[in-house]
């Protein structure tokens, strides 16, 4: 064993730091704070259309 690494592991675990994380109301809970995050989502981020290529390369290594 190393000494001197960190492990951080359930960090969010209940609806209140859930919500924090994700930058939202504390106050927010279940179907609320899932309704929220949707909004933020939809607001916040816009798909890339698609790009179409002729060709790419393929690593065939990792497969």
């Keep these: 064993m190393n000494a001197g690494y960190r492990v951080l592991g359930n960090m969010v675990t ?3 730091r859930t919500a924090m994380g994700l930058g939202l109301s504390p106050e927010a809970v ?3 704070l ?3 995050w949707r ?3 939809r607001r916040a981020f816009k798909p890339l259309p698609p790009v179409e290529v002729s060709a ?3 690593d065939l290594q990792d497969l």
């Design 34 to 36: 899932v309704k929220l």
């Design 39 to 41: 909004t933020k989502i």
């Design 30 to 32: 279940g179907l609320d």
């Design 14 to 16: 209940t609806p209140r």
């Design 56 to 58: 790419a390369p393929v």
